[in-house]
Nanobody
């Protein structure tokens, strides 16, 4: 069974930092795009950052210069380093990945993690 497992969320004061991790496990043959989304109460889920696995990354305007997405392809893991956090960053953060598996090959399909809560508050 393929799954994405997130970790690293929590409560942090404004101006602080957190690092989220998301590891893909199971019968994975390859990983294409990986990214992070977030959903605040009463709002739609939005893209925070994504990586195609090469040098191509994409960020929401609201996090540019503060958040950095990175990957360890050998471990099928994606990270989100979040610096200078503000209360508006409070949300449930979801990992997202396009995975090639033994049952989907040669096609990939999109997986979602269970979400991890990030709360920025004094």
């Amino acid at each position: 069974q393929v799954q994405l497992v997130e970790s690293g969320g929590g409560l942090v004061q404004p101006g602080g930092s957190l690092r989220l991790s998301c590891a893909a496990s199971g019968s994975i043959l390859g990983v294409n795009r990986m990214g992070w989304y977030r959903q605040a109460p009463g709002k739609q889920r939005e893209l925070v950052a994504s990586s195609t696995g090469g040098r191509d990354t994409n960020y929401a305007d609201s996090v540019k210069g503060r958040f950095t997405i990175s990957r360890d392809n050998a471990k099928n893991t994606v990270y989100l380093q979040m610096n200078t956090l503000v209360p508006e960053d409070t949300a449930v953060y979801y990992c997202n990945a396009d995975l090639y598996t033994s049952t989907s090959w040669p096609h990939s399909y999109t997986n979602w993690g269970q979400g991890t809560q990030v709360t920025v508050s004094s």
